[in-house]
């Protein structure tokens, strides 16, 4: 398959920034969320197993479909094939995106 799309799609969670590549990406039917579904991970024929990359697919093992917060996102990128998932510290690499308020009431509304 020529036209078949793979992303890898770069957001942080909880500390750590998460590297996944996946064949769907689109902005989700829950607002504020991207929709991610179809995710894969590096070929199984490698001698040499990565154990960051299992721990990720043991993580997403079972997951069909996985929303992350718009806000926690920092990259998707369309790519030729699939890399190695990974896992890496966001010490000195990414500065959080300060709070905002969120789409609630107004002030003295309840």
Excluded: C, W
């Excluded at 991610?36 to 093992?61: I, Y």
């Excluded at 069909?64 to 010490?91: C, F, L, N, Q, W």
Aim: proline share 7%.
């Amino acid at each position: 398959m020529a036209d078949e799309r793979i992303y890898r799609i770069i957001f942080v969670n909880q500390g750590q920034i998460y590297e996944i590549y996946a064949h769907s990406v689109q902005q989700g039917g829950l607002m504020g969320f991207v929709e991610v579904e179809a995710l894969s991970f590096g070929e199984r024929t490698q001698v040499v197993v990565d154990p960051a990359e299992e721990r990720l697919q043991s993580e997403f093992e079972g997951v069909k479909r996985t929303y992350i917060p718009m806000h926690s996102v920092v990259r998707i990128d369309e790519v030729e094939r699939v890399g190695p998932a990974k896992v890496t510290s966001a010490e000195g690499n990414v500065t959080p995106f300060p709070g905002m308020p969120g789409f609630g009431p107004g002030p003295g509304k309840s």
